[in-house]
């Protein structure tokens, strides 16, 4: 049986009711808070329509009537108002994102410091996603005049929002139809799959939102970026400078600079999920710079498909056994970490029995 409106509009008023006060609704503040002009008597009779169809309950005989699941149910689908967020929200959620990033970054810039002081070498640690980064839901909500609140969920399970400004005010129809264009012709595709092409064959379809489209892809092209770049940390560079081997000038200025660029140190090799550690020895690095030294490589899982890396660089003549040891133990624990599991118990050091 289909809801009059008047049906509706109680129904709708005793479930907004009940969630503020937490206490059974009855007639007379149904007819305060809808401003229905009708009797008692009249509303009461709605009541019990409404409960014999499983809208409602009534949990005492003389009390009001509270929501069922049922009514929670069809007022979430289909009486319900969006929710827009004022600038405050926003900022207190982007605040909340950034603080999280910034508690990564902590962990993994304290984890190279660490691991350089227990080496003696330079030590590097990055995190990345170990898939391609794509979007797998849009959402644009329109905020305030003139201002939207585009929110992007990637397939790593992470979602981004940003305020956009844009002059002119869609309606409900209109960003109904921007968020269906989003969600059926950009989703499911990687950072390299965004094309001037893609957003031309949208152009008639979008109308009057295609700037607003544009500027929310343009949002998720920055997301998908981001999450694919490995956040790198490097710390004990000048720990060469300690060993015999880069005495010269040259050779430990080679090195130095190729500790200080990132995208160089993204390309080393992870080791497999199997062995967990990879040893490079010398020649075996492909990079130039690395010929003469030696790298030692273990993985750790932050989890949310996300997957580090933590290394250490060194001469060839490194104690190869007590830095796989360190940098295992240390991996383990990092995994631990980010899974939420206790660390690993101590390991007896065999050099102090």
Not at 166 to 185: H, R, T, V, W
Not at 196 to 211: F, H, I, K, N, W
Not at 262 to 287: C, F, H, R, W, Y
């Amino acid at each position: 049986m289909e809801l009059s409106d008047r049906k509706r509009k109680i129904l709708r008023t005793i479930v907004e009711s009940y969630i503020e006060t937490a206490e059974p609704v009855g007639s007379k503040t149904i007819a305060d808070l809808a401003g229905l002009k009708l009797s008692s008597a009249t509303i009461r009779n709605e009541m019990a329509d409404l409960t014999a169809m499983g809208y409602l309950e009534q949990p005492h005989t003389s009390a009001g009537r509270i929501p069922s699941p049922a009514g929670y149910r069809l007022y979430v689908n289909e009486l319900m108002d969006d929710h827009k967020l004022t600038l405050e929200e926003t900022r207190s959620l982007n605040e909340a994102l950034r603080l999280k990033m910034q508690e990564l970054d902590q962990v993994i810039g304290e984890a190279s410091r660490v691991v350089s002081q227990l080496t003696n070498y330079p030590a590097f640690i990055s995190s990345a996603a170990s898939t391609r980064a794509t979007v797998r839901r849009y959402e644009v909500l329109h905020v305030d005049r003139g201002s939207y609140l585009a929110v992007v969920l990637t397939n790593l399970n992470q979602a981004q929002n940003k305020l956009l400004s844009y002059p002119a005010d869609f309606s409900a129809e209109q960003m109904q139809l921007l968020c269906s264009i989003l969600n059926g012709k950009f989703t499911g595709r990687n950072v390299d799959q965004f094309s001037p092409e893609l957003l031309r064959s949208v152009r008639d379809e979008a109308g009057d939102t295609l700037e607003l489209l544009v500027l929310t892809v343009s949002f998720a092209v920055e997301v998908l970026r981001h999450q694919e770049n490995q956040n790198i940390r490097v710390a004990g560079a000048t720990h060469l400078l300690q060993q015999p081997e880069y005495r010269n000038v040259d050779k430990a200025q080679k090195l130095l600079t190729y500790l200080s660029d990132d995208s160089k140190l993204a390309a080393l090799t992870a080791p497999s999920a199997a062995d967990g550690m990879q040893i490079i020895i010398g020649p075996e690095n492909v990079a130039d710079e690395l010929k003469d030294t030696s790298v030692v490589v273990a993985s750790y899982d932050i989890g949310d498909n996300m997957r580090g890396l933590i290394g250490v660089v060194g001469p060839t003549r490194m104690d190869y056994a007590k830095v796989a040891a360190r940098l295992s133990y240390f991996a383990d624990g990092m995994s631990r970490l980010f899974g939420g599991d206790a660390l690993p118990p101590p390991r007896e050091d065999p050099e102090k029995k």
